[in-house]
């Protein structure tokens, strides 16, 4: 089993707080996207199915990135995701149905990071040290549960393989 964890990429300013779910991504943010999906294209197992935040620079970074996988994985967009707590993330992947082998989730932080440290209680030691330092837009972490079962996934229950910023 394998989880990705990724924060949106780079996102326009907007001075309307009300409109903080219709934000786009900028051009750097396209880029950053489409470098992460360069670089999870490398990876021995890429996400069979990404659930994604309703927020539109999540399903736009979830796009690109898809976009640049050969194996296009089952997508599921959810207004449940958006900026929510790291509780709520872990309790979304917690009831991923079993049959999925690879998950990816693109959501916000705070609640993205926070899952990613909460979940990684062991691993290469730079990854650890790179991701308690920063988890900008466009930063995925790539874990390896110790389970064979996302239900029960537990806190500090999976390996941080690598830290990857765009």
Known sequence: MRLYLLRHACAEIVGDAARDDSRGLTEEGLGEAAGVASWLSTRS?????VLCS????????MERVV???SEKPATSISEDLYLVSAWKLFEKVRETDPGVSSL???AHNPG????AAKLSGHGDPAALRSLARRFPPATLA????STTSWAALEPDGARLVSHFVA
């Open 45 to 49: 197992e890429p996400p069979t199915h």
């Open 54 to 61: 309703s927020a539109r620079r999540a399903v736009e970074t």
């Open 67 to 69: 976009a640049g996988l």
């Open 104 to 106: 990816m989730l693109v």
């Open 112 to 115: 993205i990071a926070e899952l």
């Open 142 to 145: 790539e874990l390896e549960p």
